[in-house]
Structures are given as C-alpha cells and as structure tokens.
C-alpha cells in the first residue's frame, strides 16, 4: 500500500512518528536479529483467539488452514446493504471441538458445518463455532456462514479506517491490514492464504469486480451477476471487490501476460496512458526480480478519496483523482513493484511489513531512475538523511505504515545492495520470490537466505542497518 498522499505519508521530510517496539531512544545498541516469540495461550485451550501476532494479537484462528473462499454477496448502493454467505474450504491443523473466524461487523444468522446446521456466538470480534463433530487434525471441513450488513469503514490500529467504503458511484474495499473481517468472517491474517471465488450480484447496469480472471456474467431479471476467480493463494488483505460504472479493459503484456484492468467508463481515455504504462513496468521489474508472478495483471481506477494506493493481487486499486498530478509514475511502479513483493510472497507476520514496503518503494526508486528521473543512490541518501528514530524491523502498529518502513526500508534494502553486492542483492531478490511465491514469510527468512546468496553472516549488518533504532549514517563502501 502506499498511502503517503493521504494518512501515512512516505514524502522526504516526512518525521516517523516513534516507534511503540519497546526500544528506549537513549539506547543505542541494535536490537536482535532473534525476536522473542510472541506467546499465545496453552494449545489445549479451545477458545484461544488469534495466531501470536505481536501487532494484532486478536487476528488469526489458531487450529485451521483455508484452502478457498466462495464469496457470495448482493449489494445494492442504494440502499447499503450486504447479504452475504461464504463458504471456507478448510484443513483443522490441531484437534477441536471448536473453531473461530475473525468478523467484526457482519450479523450471522446461520452457521452450516459439512451439511449440518450448527450453533454459533458472536462474540466481536470473533465469531465462535461449534463442530457437530469433534474434529481431527488434518480433517477437511467445509463452513458456510450467512450474514448480512450495512458495511462502513472501521477504526484500525494504524491510524485511519479500512473495510468497506461506499463512493460517488458504488463502492470499494480497503482491507490492509485487518479490514476483511468487517465485511466478511473469514481467518484475516496474512500467514494464511487461499484461493477465492467471488460472485457478486448488484443492480442492473453496474459492474462488480473482483480479483482473477471473468468466470461469469449475466443477466436475471433486474440485477448483473458477476463471478471472479482468484486461483493462486491469496492473503484475504489482498482481497479487491469493487461496484459501479466500470468498463473492463483487456490487453496483452509481456510474453502474452493477460492484462485485464477495470477504469469508469468516463474516464477511459483519460485513464489510457496509465493503462499503457503497464507493459513497460513489468518488462523493466522482471530484469531484476525475475518472472512476472501471477497469471494476469492489471489496474483498478476507482473513485476513492484521494492518496489510496493499493496492491491487489493481480490488479492494483488506484484512486482516479491521483492521475494528472505527476505522481503517476510512482503510485503505478509501486504497487506492481508489491505483486513480487507482498502478493506473491506475503508478511507471515504484520511486525514483518518492510518486506512489503521497502520493497515496493525500492522498486518505484529504481523505476524513477530508469526513467530519467532522480537516481536510486540519491533518493538513498535523501532517504537516509531524513530518516527518524525507530527500527524499520519491529515498528508498531501505528508506525507499519510509516517512513521507515517505506524509505526507511529502502535505505536497509540499498545499504544491503551495497554491501553484498549487484549480483547477489538481485540474485537474493529473484531467488526469495521463485522460492516462497504462494507462501508466507518472515524477516528471519530473508535474512537466512540474504546469508546463503552472499555465502557470509549478516547478523552484524540487519543488528545495524534493520533492527536499531539509530541507523549508521553511512552507507557500506
């Protein structure tokens, strides 16, 4: 996501706000490449909520492993309603007479477990389960959850809303980090991905749409029923659902790439150089961080507020009043830079966000660079001299958002380049999304793998460059 342009701003000069990791500002030694392990509570406790996220301890339902969502809502912009049911293929990965979903918003009103119709609590922002039958670690188990809704954007750790937001002409979503559970129970947290079908059902003449490939469209009676296929694993932040007055654009990119875009109707021919932009990004990224990762790609121009930029898995969401203002180079590079970095490989943890952004924002310098604009090595040295106190490696809820993790992470990514070097920093990048594309990652992981491109310990450099609150002044020579 790169949200500078509205809440968590990502311009040079911008002052990070401190960090809430625990680290003590007149302490000036690194903080340890070996965080302690979040605890949870004792694995024989049924009702134990979340996955040991340090941020966001509510998030995640230990005990279960989705393997795919069908999303089946109908939503009429006039009268803001949601009536929905999914249905949550899932593997129980431990013993239980019990399950939870994240859902903080949604009214259920029924509760089926493999055909059987089962008794369920609402307990926000949890939505508690019971199994008509014990369940077995390794059992496969099919949920479906019917609710409805009148969605709206929900207060988050990070310091601005997310979830559903209605706009001028329908709506959108905006779910990083913890904004699907207000719209839809399903196990919100990025260690576990899935894949999605969406079939969305809206008023005659608008669009919906969602993340994939166009499965279906029709007609019946006065409503469009749409359906999506989302088949590679996906985070449920990644999740796109859109409605209203789109055309959907096809187009062909590098080696045949499907392209597959959704701009309003009004505004497609303002929209076509943007939409031209894409070929030549993914050519100039696949030099450095190996093949394209998904089976299509594309953008989304909605009618957000302004400063929404956000990485959708397979399609970018951008907001159309960003398009005219010269930013256009970096929100586009940025957010296709994330489909390498955060949509294939995804944060297993929320503390571990620099692998999204400061790769991203990495990815959109070298971009700026290649096309004439400030060089990489230069943007690096702004982005260090304005760097604020805080470990871009354990920032806060508050701070994921924020410069270090952006430009601050930019600075750790440069300062590795240099000092491994060409080859093995973009040897290290190509190698971390071939080998963990469809999976979910930490920091400890990337380090491991840094250690084994560059064939040398590198404990040192993260302690300095990652984990400390006060970063060298100087980059390696």
């Known amino acids: ?38 605890q949870t509570a004792p694995i024989d406790d ?59 918003g949604p009214e259920v009103t029924e509760v089926v477990v493999n055909g059987t119709t089962t008794t369920f609590l609402m307990d926000d922002p949890e939505l508690r389960i019971d199994l008509p039958d014990k369940g077995r670690s390794g059992d496969s188990l099919q949920v479906v959850v019917r609710y409805g809704l009148h969605p709206y954007p929900q207060p988050s750790a990070i310091g601005m809303n997310n979830g559903w937001y209605n706009s001028p002409g329908g709506s959108y979503v905006l779910n990083e980090p913890d904004g699907a559970r207000t719209w839809l129970p399903c196990n919100d947290h990025p260690s576990d991905k899935a894949a999605y079908t969406f079939t969305i059902t809206v008023p005659a003449g608008l669009t919906a749409v969602a993340n994939g490939a166009l499965g279906d469209h029709r007609t019946e009676g006065d409503h469009e029923v749409w359906v999506w296929e989302e088949t590679q694993p996906m985070a449920t932040y990644l999740i796109q659902v859109l409605t209203g007055d789109y055309e ?68 970018s ?32 943890r929320w503390q571990d966000i620099w ?36 470990a871009t490696g354990t920032p806060g809820a508050a701070e994921m958002f924020g410069y270090n993790s952006y430009e601050g992470g930019a600075v750790v990514l440069h300062a590795l380049r240099l000092q491994i070097g060409d080859d093995a920093f973009f040897t290290l990048l190509q190698r971390w999304v071939a080998e963990n594309n469809g999976a979910s990652r930490t920091t400890q992981d990337f380090i491991a793998l840094a250690e084994d491109v560059a064939g040398e310990r590198l404990s040192a450099f993260f302690d300095e460059w990652l984990f400390a609150g006060r970063t060298p002044t100087q980059f390696p020579r």
Request: aromatic share 10%; glycine share 10%; proline share 6%.
């Open 248 to 315: 959907v654009v096809e187009g062909t990119g590098p080696h045949g790439l499907e392209l597959l875009s959704v701009v309003l109707r009004s505004d497609l021919a303002a929209m076509q150089p943007a939409l031209d932009t894409m070929s030549p990004q993914i050519e100039f990224f696949e030099q450095f961080f190996g093949p394209y990762p998904f089976d299509r790609y594309g953008i989304a121009m909605t009618d957000s507020f302004g400063g929404l930029a956000m990485e959708t898995q397979g399609r």
């Open 317 to 348: 969401l951008f907001s159309r009043d960003d398009f005219g203002f010269g930013v256009q180079q970096m929100l586009l590079s940025h957010e296709l830079a994330h489909q390498w970095f955060g949509d294939a490989v995804t944060p297993a």
């Open 1 to 38: 996501m790169l949200c500078g342009l509205a809440a968590c701003s990502t311009d040079a000069g911008v002052t990070a706000r401190r960090s809430e990791a625990g680290v003590d500002p007149t302490d000036s030694q690194p903080v340890p490449t070996q965080p302690t392990t979040p």
């Open 46 to 104: 049924p009702n134990r909520d979340g996955v040991g996220d340090v941020l966001f301890p509510e998030l995640g339902n230990p005990g279960i492993d989705v393997t795919h969502y069908g999303v089946a809502i109908a939503y009429d912009p006039a009268t803001d309603v949601i009536d929905g049911a999914v249905t949550i293929d899932l593997e129980l990965t431990e013993d239980r007479d019990a399950i939870t979903l994240d859902a903080q």
């Open 355 to 390: 692998l999204n952004e400061a790769f991203a924002t990495y990815g959109h310098m070298m971009w700026l660079e290649h096309i004439g604009e400030q060089t990489v090595g230069a943007a690096a040295a702004e982005a260090l001299m304005f760097r604020s106190f805080g």
